[in-house]
């Protein structure tokens, strides 16, 4: 594989020295390729290709690591829209240049290769724990469960700090979106038994409160034939006895005193529970 291909196939930005001895590129062949503009220097001791992820590209210019809900994010985990990037930089040495940037200078739980430039996911959900308000970082340790990108026995002997212990406690796999677990987690204090993507009649439900209150909530998915598909099984859980609540993302985020309205107005007449002869 030739130098720029080399470095296209390594997500586009790397070492230089990595490159030299992966591709076997002298500094002049790696030189001349920069003076051709076929490849760029992000700062000494990187290199790049023009086309490079611009996150990745600016990592290497300022020497740090893409993590917290910036990394997550990129992970297809829940995403908290956060008009900043986070990194994580190392404590001993200084930024290469300013940045605009939430740092992160908390030491890793794994150590960091020299050579990457994106957090491996320990160390991000360690960050997540101490960044985001409780909902926030539930949500984003829940996904990556639920992607099985780490477990929670992976997990449990690593030295986390309070913040992370509790998410470890406390998080599980059974949401299938942020939403769900965060609606969850706000509806725990209600002390009745709760399933997360139970089956019921042939497909799966969000949640289940006590033994017939379902709460079904839907994000953007839920359109078209989606939307009419649901709608009929929910029709279906009328007919079989259960009680149906379904709201949305903006409801859960601006309105949840309403949501929650709704649904202990649905318990204290008793809809939750199983009243079949």
């Known amino acids: 594989m030739d130098l720029i291909g080399r470095v296209a196939a390594n997500g586009?930005?790397?070492?230089?020295?990595?490159?030299?001895?992966?591709?076997?590129?002298s500094r002049?062949?790696?030189?001349?390729?920069?003076?051709?503009?076929?490849?760029?220097?992000?700062?000494?001791?990187?290199?790049?290709?023009?086309?490079?992820?611009?996150?990745?590209?600016a990592a290497a210019e300022v020497g740090v690591?893409?993590?917290?809900?910036?990394?997550?994010?990129?992970?297809?985990?829940?995403?908290?829209?956060?008009?900043?990037?986070?990194?994580a930089?190392?404590?001993?040495?200084?930024?290469?240049?300013?940045?605009?940037?939430?740092?992160?200078w908390a030491r890793p739980l794994v150590p960091r290769h020299p050579g990457s430039l994106e957090d491996g996911i320990e160390n991000?959900?360690?960050?997540?724990?101490?960044?985001?308000?409780?909902?926030q970082a539930i949500a984003i340790w829940e996904s990556a469960f639920r992607k099985e990108l780490v477990s929670p026995d992976q997990l449990a002997l690593l030295p986390f700090g309070p913040n992370a212990r509790r998410m470890l406690a406390d998080a599980m796999p059974?949401?299938?979106?942020?939403?769900?677990?965060?609606c969850y987690h706000r509806l725990l204090w209600l002390n009745i038994p709760m399933e997360r993507q139970v089956w019921i009649l042939g497909r799966r439900r969000d949640l289940k409160i006590g033994a017939r209150l379902i709460v079904e909530i839907d994000g953007g998915h839920h359109v078209?034939?989606?939307r009419l598909a649901d709608n009929e099984?929910?029709?279906?859980?009328?007919?079989?006895?259960?009680?149906v609540i379904r709201v949305g993302y903006r409801q859960i985020f601006d309105d949840w005193p309403t949501v929650q309205a709704l649904i202990t107005g649905a318990i204290a007449r008793g809809l939750h529970l199983d009243r079949r002869p």
């Open 12 to 25: 586009g930005v790397m070492r230089t020295d990595a490159l030299r001895s992966a591709a076997g590129g």
């Open 124 to 135: 991000v959900l360690a960050l997540v724990a101490d960044c985001q308000p409780y909902e």
């Open 233 to 243: 099984h929910d029709a279906q859980l009328r007919l079989a006895g259960y009680h």
């Open 89 to 104: 930089a190392d404590a001993a040495r200084a930024l290469r240049r300013p940045t605009s940037a939430r740092v992160h």
């Open 65 to 87: 690591v893409v993590s917290c809900v910036t990394r997550a994010a990129r992970l297809g985990l829940w995403d908290v829209h956060d008009p900043h990037h986070h990194v």
């Open 224 to 226: 078209d034939a989606q």
């Open 174 to 182: 059974f949401s299938d979106s942020g939403l769900e677990s965060i």
């Open 28 to 57: 002049h062949a790696i030189d001349r390729a920069v003076r051709a503009g076929a490849l760029v220097r992000p700062s000494r001791g990187w290199i790049a290709v023009p086309y490079a992820d611009p996150i990745l590209f």
